[in-house]
C-alpha cells in the first residue's frame, strides 16, 4: 500500500478501475508487485484505514486488533509503504508458527556456539529489519519471558542477540497483531500490561467482514477479477447477481480470506453457470470432517454411570470441536482456551478423530490474510 512510487512502479491502469469508495491512499503491492487499490465501501473501515495513514507518517509503535482472516497484514503494509522507511525492509513474522527457543533466536539472533547446533552467528529479524518495519503477527502467543525481552527492546532500541554480550542498536518500527483479547489474557496473568501498552501507542480494530456487508460485492469483483485473470479465465471477470445474494446472506466466520478462498475455488473448478449455482455449497460442515460423536453407540446405556459417562464425553468433544473451529484449527490457542496442555488436547483429538479432512483447503492459521 503505498501512495508514492516511480513511474516505472506504479498500476497505470485508469483511476475509473478502482472499485467504488476506494480511496486513492489506499494501495497495496501483491506478490506479483502489482498495485492496486484495497476495496471498501464500509465508513468504520474507512475510518480505520485513513487513522492508519495519519500515523504512518510516525514511528510509533501500532497494536491491530481483529479476527482471523480480516486484513491485519494489509493494514500493516498499508502503513509502512505511507510511511518514509517505505523503502526499507518490511519483515513478517508470525509468533504462533515456533517453539520459544525458535521464535528467541528468530527474533534476536545467535552467536556461534551459544547452543547446539549454532554453528555460525546469525542475525535476527529485528537486526534484518533495522530501518524498515517490522510487523509481529500473532503477538499474543509470544511467551511470557520473551515479552520481556520484547519490551526491553521497544524501550532501548538495542539487542543481544542469545549468547552475545554486545548490545546491537535496531532501528524498527514495530507493528503487531493479534486476533486474541489482550485484555483478557492481561487479567489472566499471560500477557504482560506494560507490553500492551508499549506496543499499542496506537491501535486500530478492523471490523470482521459481516459488520461490513457493503464491502462483500466489492470484494467478491476484486478477487474474481484477480484469480480470473491468473488463472485464464476472463469469463468469470464479474460476479453474478444470485451469486452476489448467496454471499450477502453468508456470515462469513473466516471473513475476506475466506471469501476470497471460495472465489478461488470457484475459479479454478467451475464456470459462470457454478458461480450462479453453487456458490456456497461447501460450508463449514462440509470442510472438516465430522466427529465420531462419543456416546453416541447403537446400544442403550446400562447404567445412569454409563449415561453420565457418554453425556460427558459427547459435551468434551463438542467443546473442543468448536475451539477448534474457532481458532481455525491452530492446536496451539485452543488448548490455551481450553485450559489444557497442548498434549492432552492432541491425545484429546485422537481420542476423538478430530482433525480436519484431507479433501479441504482451510485457510492457514498460522497468517492472516
Not at 508514492?4 to 485508469?14: E, F, N, S, T, Y
Not at 549454532?118 to 509481529?136: K, M, Y
Not at 464491502?215 to 484477480?226: I, T
Not at 464479474?238 to 446472506?249: E, F, H, S, Y
Request: proline share 6%.
Amino acid at each position: 500500500m503505498e501512495t508514492g512510487k516511480p513511474d516505472r512502479l506504479r498500476d497505470r491502469r485508469p483511476a475509473a478501475a478502482a472499485p467504488r469508495g476506494a480511496g486513492a491512499a489506499a494501495l497495496w503491492r501483491d506478490g506479483a508487485g502489482a498495485w492496486r487499490y484495497v476495496p471498501t465501501r464500509c465508513p468504520a473501515m474507512h475510518a480505520v484505514e485513513q487513522r492508519a495513514l495519519r500515523v504512518a507518517p510516525s514511528a510509533e509503535s501500532v497494536l491491530i486488533l481483529g479476527e482471523t482472516g480480516v486484513g491485519k497484514d494489509l493494514l500493516a503494509r498499508l502503513i509502512h509503504e505511507n510511511s518514509g522507511r517505505k523503502h526499507r525492509p518490511f519483515v513478517h513474522l508470525n509468533c504462533a508458527s515456533l517453539s520459544e527457543s525458535l521464535l528467541e533466536s528468530e527474533l534476536f539472533g545467535h552467536m556461534r556456539g551459544s547452543y547446539t547446533g549454532a554453528d555460525e552467528s546469525r542475525a535476527g529479524q529485528f537486526e534484518t529489519a533495522s530501518g524498515g518495519t517490522f510487523f509481529l503477527d500473532e503477538i499474543g502467543e509470544i511467551p511470557a519471558r520473551l515479552q520481556a525481552k520484547l519490551l526491553h527492546v521497544l524501550q532501548e532500541k538495542k539487542i543481544y542477540r542469545i549468547g552475545g554480550r554486545q548490545a546491537v542498536d535496531v532501528d524498527v518500527r514495530v507493528i503487531a497483531a493479534t486476533n486474541r483479547d489482550l485484555t483478557k489474557d492481561i487479567r489472566a496473568g499471560i500477557f504482560r500490561r506494560d507490553l500492551f501498552y508499549r506496543l499499542g501507542v496506537v491501535t486500530l480494530r478492523v471490523p470482521p467482514l459481516r459488520e461490513r456487508p457493503e464491502d462483500v460485492e466489492d470484494l467478491a469483483a476484486h478477487f474474481l477479477s484477480r484469480y480470473g485473470a491468473l488463472y485464464n479465465r476472463p469469463d468469470l471477470a464479474a460476479p453474478t447477481r444470485d451469486l452476489l445474494d448467496r454471499l450477502r446472506g453468508h456470515a462469513w466466520p473466516g471473513n475476506v480470506r475466506e471469501l476470497e478462498n471460495l472465489i478461488k475455488r470457484l475459479v479454478l473448478m467451475g464456470g459462470t453457470e457454478l458461480l450462479s449455482a453453487e456458490a456456497l455449497a461447501v460450508d463449514e460442515e462440509e470442510l472438516f470432517e465430522r466427529p465420531e460423536t462419543p456416546g453416541a453407540e447403537s446400544s442403550p446405556p446400562r447404567s445412569l454411570r454409563e449415561a453420565a459417562r457418554r453425556a460427558v464425553k459427547q459435551a468434551e468433544c463438542r467443546m473442543i470441536l468448536d475451539a477448534l473451529r474457532r481458532t481455525a484449527w491452530n492446536r496451539k490457542r485452543a488448548a490455551r482456551e481450553l485450559g489444557v496442555s497442548y498434549r492432552a488436547l492432541l491425545y484429546k483429538m485422537k481420542d476423538y478423530t478430530l482433525r480436519p479432512a484431507a479433501t479441504a483447503s482451510p485457510a492457514d492459521p498460522s497468517g492472516e490474510i
